[in-house]
T-cell receptor
Framework: KAGVTQTPRYLIKTRGQQVTLSCSPISGHRSVSWYQQTPGQGLQFLFEYFSETQRNKGNFPGRFSGRQFSNSRSEMNVSTLELGDSALYLC?????????????FGEGSRLTVL | AQSVTQPDIHITVSEGASLELRCNYSYGATPYLFWYVQSPGQGLQLLLKYFSGDTLVQGIKGFEAEFKRSQSSFNLRKPSVHWSDAAEYFCAVGARGNEKLTFGTGTRLTIIP
């Protein structure tokens, strides 16, 4: 079956702009989590959605937001981009969430902020 | 709060040699423990997981890990590494009812001929 698909894979933005990243989970998976990966901070949890509801949120400013649609696809948005937002953004899907099983990761969206 | 420590940032091993990557966790309750591997430019792939039961767990690609509650450790081992094992390895901790994983900072593995 198809894996987790993230789009776009690469993008370049300038400070102050906003960006929307998309994640299509594995068919049948209702949980989608987002992680930010940077060389300095490693993998940091952003948020997790299950059946269109945000169940958990990490310690990121309000500029980072997300949503999940009825087909379980998820988007995350970052507004007023800062240089420090440059990172690999990873999406992971699972049947019921990280607390109950395996996460399947996409290849990520690499964001560069200039 | 849960946390994971991977004390080795970078490890170099000869092909065919044995490997052990260290992971220590901190969590108040019974943790769920995971090892993931990330190849350059790729997402993370699950190697193995521990939820309960037998403390020695087998994973894919010939990897195994042992949960030691008394040492709060979950070290990853492989008896004989292959050049294709070169990657970054992440240990992670989660728990029932907690919908996020906390990852360690990773260990980069280099294989030399």
């Amino acid at each position: 079956k198809a894996g987790v698909t993230q789009t776009p894979r690469y993008l370049i933005k300038t400070r102050g702009q906003q960006v929307t990243l998309s994640c299509s989970p594995i068919s049948g998976h209702r949980s989608v989590s987002w992680y930010q990966q940077t060389p300095g901070q490693g993998l940091q949890f952003l948020f997790e959605y299950f059946s269109e509801t945000q169940r958990n949120k990490g310690n990121f400013p309000g500029r980072f937001s997300g949503r999940q649609f009825s087909n379980s696809r998820s988007e995350m948005n970052v507004s007023t981009l800062e240089l420090g937002d440059s990172a690999l953004y990873l999406c992971a899907s699972s049947l019921a969430g990280a607390g109950t099983g395996e996460l399947f990761f996409g290849e990520g969206s690499r964001l560069t902020v200039l | 709060a849960q946390s994971v420590t991977q004390p080795d940032i970078h490890i170099t091993v000869s092909e065919g040699a044995s490997l052990e990557l260290r992971c220590n966790y901190s969590y108040g309750a019974t943790p769920y423990l995971f090892w993931y591997v990330q190849s350059p430019g790729q997402g993370l792939q699950l190697l193995l997981k521990y939820f309960s039961g037998d403390t020695l767990v087998q994973g894919i690609k010939g990897f195994e890990a042992e949960f030691k509650r008394s040492q709060s450790s979950f070290n990853l081992r492989k008896p004989s590494v292959h050049w294709s094992d070169a990657a970054e390895y992440f240990c992670a901790v989660g728990a029932r009812g907690n919908e996020k994983l906390t990852f360690g900072t990773g260990t980069r593995l280099t294989i030399i001929p």
